[in-house]
């Protein structure tokens, strides 16, 4: 019973974005004609997979110590899971999870680093101090705290992972990173919505608490068009198979979240729907993306 509760604190469900940014890497790197080695695949998936799991831990820990999680509104994706005020004697569990997480990415990390490509440790490094401050600190930095997740989803583990993988990097990997940083970044700008009050009473100063409702609709467009138009640019042009257009199916769910944004605002978080289909916008995209990219390597 401990455990299952322990588990909810490191949000299982948030971890299927991992897999689905990492299919990109690993599309990328079949695409392009590297062999993929199935012990690297695996180390990368791992490290990536700890390092998320090590944010989601010590971000609920953080909130909980503070005090935001007994003033936030819960949602089914925003808010955090709840399981810390229920049960408290769980909090240093939840530490030790993050912590020894984290240390199990530094760990793989470094290796990958080691056998397969030194700037690696680059990566390594800027991922580590955002899993280590974003809580604390990013979350006080508006503009920072609006790139972080996208810099740390969509370029981090897609451009690492296929670093990794391939041992290189070129023009069309930098392009379609492009697409998880700006949806994933989204993801995180909607998710803030519902917890605008609290998080404003904790001393937070993240985007929409600064500039507004409004103007954080007005990114989400831009955001939401960025993340597209490289699929589409380089599927007219030929640099990516025609297969990988399939990947702006999702378009239409994103469009349907950005008008609940519009309609709701900050109480979009009273009709979960509009939020259900940002994340699923996000994990199906670059899902299919790397599907496509994979079957036609």
């Known amino acids: 019973m401990k455990f299952k509760l322990l588990l909810q604190t490191l949000r ?44 989601n831990a010590l971000n609920e820990y953080q909130d909980f ?10 949602t089914p994706f925003s808010g955090g899971s709840g399981t810390l005020p229920s049960h408290p004697e769980l909090a240093r569990s939840t530490l030790h999870a993050g912590v020894l997480s984290l240390l199990l990415c530094m760990a793989l990390g470094l290796h990958l680093a080691w056998a397969r490509q030194p700037l690696l440790f680059v990566f390594g490094l800027v991922g580590v101090l955002l899993v280590i401050g974003y809580t ?3 979350n006080r ?12 989803f969509g370029l981090l583990m897609v451009l690492g992972g296929k ?8 023009m069309l990997d930098l392009f379609l990173a492009i697409t998880p940083f700006f949806l994933v970044n989204n993801l995180l700008l909607l998710n803030q919505y519902p917890d605008i009050e609290a998080d404003a009473a904790a001393g937070r100063r993240t985007f929409p608490i600064v500039y507004g409702v409004e103007a954080s ?3 989400y467009l831009l955001f939401l068009l960025a993340a597209y138009l ?7 042009t030929g640099e990516l198979p025609m297969a990988s257009l399939v990947a702006l199916i999702p378009l239409p769910l994103a469009a349907f979240a950005w008008l609940g944004a519009r309609k709701l605002g900050e109480e979009i978080g009273t009709a979960p729907q509009f939020l259900a289909m940002n994340v699923a916008a ?10 496509s990219l994979l079957l036609a390597g």
């Open 65 to 74: 110590v503070s005090g935001l999680d007994a003033t936030t509104l819960r």
């Open 136 to 138: 604390r600190w990013i």
């Open 230 to 236: 490289p699929i589409l640019l380089l599927g007219a």
């Open 141 to 152: 930095l508006p503009w920072l705290c609006l790139v972080a997740p996208g810099t740390g």
């Open 282 to 291: 996000t994990l199906l995209t670059p899902l299919l993306l790397g599907l």
């Open 163 to 170: 670093l990794a993988l391939s041992g290189s990097l070129t």
């Open 12 to 55: 299982p469900p948030f971890l299927l974005l991992t897999p689905a940014v990492l299919a990109l890497a690993y599309g990328l790197a079949r695409f392009e004609g590297s062999r993929i080695d199935a012990l690297t695949a695996i180390e990368v998936f791992l490290a990536a997979l700890a390092a998320h799991v090590s944010v």
């Open 217 to 219: 609709n007005r990114i």
